[in-house]
Nanobody
Framework: QVQLVESGGGLVQAGGSLRLSCVAS????????MGWFRQAPGKERDFAAG????????WYADSVKGRFTITRDNAKNTVYLQMNSLKPEDTAVYYC???????????????WGQGTQVTVSS
């Protein structure tokens, strides 16, 4: 079992940056694939980025590729999402998730954090 807690959200102007963190409890963190998803009001939860347990392979949604970077530190049980060149359309609640395989499908992840709000003003 793993529990996830996100932090780092906030209000930022367009073009700015934020770094989200997700700290996991449990000794099996390093065995999980980690993903970041986001959900805007009235919309479905969408995949943003994912990273395998070694950190050697990552996957990004086209909408964030080149602007967002996902990394993980297994010694700290933490996964990060560095978000640069933020746009108003990036405004959403951002969730981290843990699962067995790298996927862009929310249902493939069995563990979720509570989410952190990111708001980008124009």
């Amino acid at each position: 079992q793993v529990q996830l807690v996100e932090s780092g959200g906030g209000l930022v102007q367009a073009g700015g940056s934020l770094r989200l963190s997700c700290v996991a409890s449990g000794r099996t963190f390093s065995s999980y694939v980690m993903g970041w998803f986001r959900q805007a009001p009235g919309k479905e939860r969408d995949f943003a980025a994912g990273i395998i347990w070694t950190g050697e392979s990552t996957w990004y949604a086209d909408s964030v590729k080149g602007r967002f970077t996902i990394t993980r530190d297994n010694a700290k049980n933490t996964v990060y999402l560095q978000m640069n060149s933020l746009k108003p359309e990036d405004t959403a609640v951002y969730y981290c998730a843990a699962g067995p395989v790298l996927s862009d499908v929310p249902g493939r992840y069995g563990h979720w954090g509570q989410g952190t709000q990111v708001t980008v003003s124009s």
